[in-house]
């Protein structure tokens, strides 16, 4: 991949080890709500047996090494708040947006797919997604997590 310039300085993709950089959101960031967009599956029905299978699903456990690792540390980090032991942090109110059941229908070559249509279809089940999230969860954005992260990521 060609790296991107940015205001004279060049940038690379930090495919699965730089994705997603959660950590500047909870030093960085005054709020204490961060809204995870979850768009590769964690878990897949079956064993893969064929080349392309095997490929993509390692492909998706190396995506998601990343964002465990991410949620581990933010749930530690919030049981160390509640157990007096960190003064002065602020306890994260994490939620989460997936489609799992959604994704896992698509071939690893979907990923290259740059069909309008199919990116329409995309962006429409996306907000139709977010929609429902947000009819479900709204009022407890700022008070409480809609994760469990413990369940989810350990």
């Not at 009819?135 to 994760?147: K, P, Q, Y």
Request: hydrophobic residues 40%.
């Amino acid at each position: 991949m060609q790296a991107v310039e940015i205001d004279g300085a060049y940038y690379w993709d930090g495919m699965y080890s730089g994705n997603p950089a959660i950590y500047p959101l909870v030093y960085e960031c005054e709020s204490r709500d961060i809204l995870l967009v979850h768009i590769t599956p964690a878990e897949r029905p079956g064993v893969p047996t064929t080349s392309p299978a095997i490929m993509n699903r390692m492909q998706e456990i190396s995506s998601n090494t990343s964002l465990i690792r991410e949620m581990r540390m933010i749930a530690s980090y919030n049981k160390l708040i509640e157990q007096g032991r960190m003064g002065g942090g602020k306890r994260m109110l994490m939620h989460v947006i997936e489609a799992e059941e959604f994704i896992r229908a698509f071939s690893w070559s979907s990923r290259l797919n740059a069909d309008w249509d199919f990116l329409q279809h995309l962006c429409n089940v996306g907000r139709a997604r977010a929609d429902q999230w947000l009819a479900a969860n709204f009022d407890r954005l700022g008070i409480e997590s809609t994760v469990d992260l413990d369940t989810r990521y350990f």
